[in-house]
């Protein structure tokens, strides 16, 4: 091996190493006598309609797309194993892969940028994803997560428009400031979000150097049917790292796989892998009835200080994809995808996933996206789908309707989910009303951050509010005082520095892959 060179840059010379040539095939499996020339009549004649091995060979480059997420597109992962360090097992979950201390489970780990399309850069202000898929043996735990503990929005009747307002203009099909701005100062609750995206956080270095947050609340049932309510935190044993918006622009345009390329490197270097701490923040019910904030809110973290961390176990990666479209892009998340003892709770932003998660991959790989090999569970799939493209499980002679008399499928009142009562009238409730938006963004801003930090704030807020509109500028420069004066005062000062109008001056300045 060339070991002068970045080792991702080895991988074919690592295969040409350890295979020997094949014989080539149609993808009937016919040997192929020649894949260099077109049959056609004569030196120069036409192409004929029968020559099989060039109309597949079209033919499968065609459909070699399928189509990207709408958000989180561009991704990369990695498999490895989580570990249970806790003795708290049941008395907090029945969740199989939590019960004993030492206890192994596989687990698919898929980093992510939010807005990204797939040939996006890596290095771009932007919420990043981090999914965990546990293999567990009762069926596969979905843990979606992002790289910042909170989201932007509370209902999800927003996030089609949160996306839309962060991706291309219809009309110009550029970035634009104005959507971008516009929408995210017409929704306060943003706020929190905003300001530790823009914050040095919103630039991690690489993806081994990041936490993940489940953002969402779960619910835990314990054996003894005890509930409790969770926010999950994946945190990173290589620490923090970040990039500063100017490294970040240049690797922009020199290494757009910058993260891509640290988590391929990492791994196959087999030195220091990559891992993670999972823990989790607990609230039992009465806790829940008298907190000052709703712990449902997606908006809002859980204080340490109240809810502090337990860890449940370590994440460890140590192999990399065979091959990234089969065992990556073709790796389908659900929160959806929940184990005995892990359940949906209040928090609509995770009970609205529940659909547009499954259903997304329903309509970029089909039905049975879930008997591919990297999403099949370890325990066997017995229930009464059948049918649909690409069935490759098809329960053979098992009864296909329940209930039946014939030894189908059955179920088991064990695992039933639990249940809590509801009340009000059913209507559409504005769900900032009466909420305070800002005051975990003020304790972030004037308890967390540094005084340098606070102005490494500043600064980039205001390169990036530099490309929008006056009048958009003055409500997000408004929003921005109820978390603190001096915040105002100070994007201010970067503001009046420069003011750029032209593509020039803009590119000068954006750190936002051309969008802000
Ligand atoms: P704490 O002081 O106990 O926690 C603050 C947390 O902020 C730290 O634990 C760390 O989270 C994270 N943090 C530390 N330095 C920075 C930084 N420079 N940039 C971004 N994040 C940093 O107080 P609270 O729990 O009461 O939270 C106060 C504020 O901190 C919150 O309003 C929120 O904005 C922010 N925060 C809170 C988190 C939480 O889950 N409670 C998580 C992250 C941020 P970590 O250890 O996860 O890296």
Known sequence: LLSNRDISANQLQTYRSNNEP????????????????????????????????????????????????CSYAKGSGAFGTFQCTTDLGSSITRAHFLDTRDKQTRVAVRFSRFTSELGSADTVRDIR??????????????????????????????????????KRNPVTNLFDYDAYWDFLTLRPET?????????????????????????????????EDRVSYVRF??????????????????????????????????????????????????????????????????TKVWPKLDYPLIPLGTIT?????????SEIEQLAYSPANLVPGIEVSPDKMLQARIFAYSDAQRYRLGKN???????RPLNPITNNYRNGHMCLNNQNGAPNYFPNSFHGATTSSHFKESTYPVEGNVARYECSNGIDDFHQAQRFYREVLSADERLMLARNLAKSLALTQQFICKRALENFSHIDQDLTKD??????????????DRSIQTDFEGKI
Not at 25 to 50: Q, R, Y
Not at 278 to 286: A, G, P, V
Not at 369 to 375: D, H, I, K, T, W
């Open 22 to 69: 094949t014989l080539m095939t149609s993808s009937s499996g016919m040997p192929i006598g020649d894949k260099i020339c077109s049959l056609t009549a004569g030196l120069h004649g036409p192409i004929v309609l029968h020559d099989a091995c060039l109309l597949d060979e079209i033919g499968q480059f065609n459909e070699e797309k399928i189509p990207e997420r």
């Open 129 to 166: 994803g981090m999914s965990i898929k546990f293999y567990t043996d009762c069926g596969n735990f979905d843990l979606i997560c992002n790289h910042l503990p909170v989201f932007f929005i509370r209902d999800p009747i927003l996030y089609p428009s949160l996306v839309h307002a962060q």
């Open 191 to 223: 706020m929190h979000c905003l300001i530790l995206l823009y914050s040095h956080r919103g630039l991690p270095n690489g993806y081994r150097y990041m936490n993940g947050y489940s953002v969402n609340t779960y619910k835990f049932l314990s054996s």
């Open 233 to 298: 935190h994946v945190k990173s044993n290589q620490g923090i790292s970040s990039i500063d918006s100017t490294k970040a622009l240049v690797l922009a345009g020199m290494d757009s796989d910058y993260a891509t390329r640290d988590l391929y490197n990492t791994i196959c270097a087999n030195k220091e892998l990559p891992s993670w701490t999972l823990c989790i923040q607990q609230m039992n019910e009465e806790e829940m009835k008298i907190s000052s904030f709703d712990p449902f809110d997606t």
């Open 317 to 325: 990666l140590n192999r990399l994809p065979a091959n990234h479209f």
């Open 369 to 375: 996206y879930a008997q591919l090999p990297v999403n």
């Open 491 to 504: 994007i201010e000062h970067f503001l009046s520095l420069q003011r750029p109008t032209t593509m020039e």
